[in-house]
């Protein structure tokens, strides 16, 4: 079946090879299907019309394996993208699965460990550049704690600090140009992990030697556990010229870490993103880091691939809608209230803008008297993201009626 939600690679829809290929396990239960090979994802992603496939290092290649065995994967993988069109726009590094991670990485408090967590990077920054990736992402998993009786607070983020620093003049060195992500998520697995929010991972980007070379990869579910809103958060990192990559997904509010299928759950507010990433003019990959439910087989697995790029398409057109509505931009346009003579004064700081403002009296009454129209302009909003308001003409609908 072929629409116009069909997604083309110029959509730049794109999964980690984890996602799609996550088996299904969970911390009480065994996978519930067969792992996929890497190739075999990238032949199936293609044909679905996703541009391209990001990995962590040992998505592809297993910790412990020898190098002929890196060189046969790595070629075999290579050559399925080639044959299917797919590009690596990302890369990143599993510092969390083994159990050398278990108490952090670059955080750790054992010295040996934030050398070989250091070590580890490198070897996966050189095999991201091998594939073409020019993003490179760092999430901090087991960055973090579930006691504070180690008194490491200050030292973590500055052995982050180091690492990261370390890791961008790397990068530099060896003409890889990367640009650097950082995803921050408030728990899971650890109790507390570094760095929780947006809002921390940019003022941490401050104290960088390179803040340049640093930005964020944010992600839905992240900012939605720590009961914050998504389009908030990234509207803050496009304001701060930082988005360099972002990982879309669902999940309700105060549950464990679910990966949902991208608008699987607040419908409304995906579609609040998808609209700021379009008129903001983000032209970077839509990358989904989410996973099939566990009662899923392989075909569910697809479903949910198709799933999230169609429900994307859907809502990118939803947004177009919205901008044509002749009733919601008329609700908009009453909304805000422009004053040329006021936002003359209030610009910009000057002696005699202070002193005219001081003198100014306000109808405070009045101004607390005004109603803005919002639910008017939600409700709108609703209606036509339940598809009750027809295409791109509104002539033929019904008027909403206003009460005063
Ligand atoms: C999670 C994270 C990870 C990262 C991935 C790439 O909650 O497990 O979102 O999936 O995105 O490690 O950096
Ligand atoms: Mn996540
Ligand atoms: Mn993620």
Request: aromatic share 10%; proline share 5%; charged share 25%.
């Amino acid at each position: 079946m072929s629409d116009s939600y069909t997604p083309t690679p110029a959509d730049k829809f794109t999964f980690g090879l984890w996602t799609v290929g996550n088996p299904g396990r969970d911390p009480f239960g065994e996978p519930t299907r067969q792992p996929l090979s890497a190739p075999s994802i990238v032949e199936r992603l293609a044909g679905l019309g996703a541009y391209g496939v990001n990995l962590h290092d040992n998505d592809l290649v297993p910790i412990d394996a020898a190098a002929a065995e890196r060189d046969r994967l790595v070629r075999e993988f290579k050559q399925a993208l080639s044959d299917h069109g797919l590009v690596v726009p990302m890369a990143t590094t599993n510092l969390f699965t083994d159990p050398a991670f278990k108490d952090g990485a670059f955080t750790s408090a054992d010295a040996r460990v934030r050398a070989y967590a250091l070590h580890k990077t490198m070897l996966s920054m050189d095999l991201g550049h091998e594939l073409g990736a020019q993003t490179y992402v760092f999430w901090g998993g087991r960055e973090g704690t579930e006691v504070d009786a180690g008194g490491k607070l200050l030292d973590a983020l500055s052995w982050f600090r180091d690492s990261l620093n370390f890791l961008a003049e790397y990068s530099r060195s060896q003409g890889y140009n990367y640009r650097f992500a950082l995803e921050p998520k408030p728990n899971e697995p650890r109790g507390d992990i570094f760095l929780p929010t947006v809002g921390s991972a940019l003022g941490f980007i401050a104290t960088l030697d390179q803040p340049d070379l640093f930005g964020l990869n944010p992600e839905f579910a992240h900012e939605t556990m720590a009961g914050l809103s998504f389009p908030h958060a990234v509207a803050q990192v496009i304001d701060a010229g930082k988005l360099f990559h972002i990982d879309l997904n669902d999940q309700k509010p105060g549950r464990f870490d679910q990966d949902l299928r991208f608008g699987a759950e607040n419908l409304k507010t995906a579609f609040f993103l998808v609209k700021l990433l379009e008129d903001t003019g983000y032209d970077g990959p839509r990358h989904f880091d989410a996973h099939a439910l566990r009662t899923e087989d392989e075909g569910g697995v697809w479903a949910f691939a198709r799933g999230c790029m169609r429900t994307y398409l859907i809502l990118r057109e939803k947004a177009r809608q919205w901008g044509e509505d002749a009733e919601i931009q008329a609700a908009l346009a009453a909304y805000r209230v422009e004053d040329e003579e006021l936002q003359g004064l209030t610009g910009k700081f000057s002696p005699e803008n202070a002193r005219a403002l001081k003198r100014r009296s306000f109808d405070r009454e009045m101004l607390g008297r005004r109603g803005p129209g919002l639910e008017q302009l939600d409700q709108l909003t609703v209606e036509l993201l339940l598809g009750v308001r027809g295409g791109t003409s509104t002539a033929s609908q019904p008027e909403t009626e206003v009460t005063t």
